[in-house]
Every structure is written in C-alpha cells, then in structure tokens.
C-alpha cells in the first residue's frame, strides 16, 4: 500500500505525457499533408519558418514538461515520487497553454497565415 499515491501520480503523467505527444504529432501531420502536400503551390519560406518557429515552440514546453513529470526512483528501484502534478497551474499550465496554443496556431494557419498575429497577442499579454 505504501507509495500508490506515486504510483498512481507515474500512471497519470505518463498518459498525459502520451496525449500531449499525440496532440503535437496530430498537428503536424495535419499542418504537413495539407500545407505541405495539398497547397504545396502556395508553399513559401514564410511557412518553413512557421514550421521550424512551431516545432521549438512545442518542444521547449514538452520537454519541461517531460522533465517535471519523471518519477524518482531510490538506488535499488524504488518509486519515491511519482513526478509533479501536471493539473496544478502556474508553470505547468502556463507550459500547458504555449502547447494548446501553438497547436491552435499551426492548424488555423493552414486557413489564414493572419492566425500567426495569435502569438503577438500571447506575447503582448505575457509582458504587460
């Protein structure tokens, strides 16, 4: 009985670290087949740059994340903590956020390449 609230914690970062990883995934399948493939006429500079500004975007949160939520193990393999709460804000929702809303982004782009103005507002709203 001791450590299930560890092992308990371990199991629900790892399937959140899973849909998070299938959420960034999904999107940039999504953003490659039909930018890339589909509109590959209109395909630019502009949008490689999108792609590459995207995909640091999300692997600086995932891997903070990623790092919050690995449990901690004692010399002989026991579970001593199973990682962070990933459903408490502050920085784990403000990393949360980046993600949801860079996928948002590369998504909506596909349509309109004004959805990239949505990072200006994230940034104005963070430093004022």
């Known amino acids: 009985m001791a ?6 914690r371990k199991e629900e970062n790892a399937r959140h670290m899973e849909k998070l990883r299938r959420l960034i995934i999904a999107c940039n399948v999504i953003y490659f ?8 006429s ?3 500079w502009k949008h490689w740059v999108g792609l ?22 004692t010399d002989d393999g026991e ?5 962070f709460d990933m459903s408490t804000g502050g920085i784990c929702g403000y ?3 980046v993600i949801y809303i860079t996928s948002f982004v590369q998504v909506m782009s596909i349509l309109s390449e004004k959805f990239w103005y949505t ?7 963070v430093y004022v």
């Open 3 to 8: 450590n299930q609230g560890a092992k308990k």
């Open 33 to 40: 087949v039909v930018r890339m493939i589909i509109f590959h």
């Open 42 to 44: 209109t395909f630019t």
């Open 52 to 73: 590459v500004l995207t995909s640091v975007a999300y692997a600086i949160p995932y891997q903070q994340l990623s790092a919050m939520a690995k449990p901690t193990y």
């Open 79 to 83: 579970l001593i903590d199973g990682g």
């Open 95 to 97: 990393l949360h956020d």
């Open 119 to 125: 990072y200006l507002v994230v940034v104005e709203d």
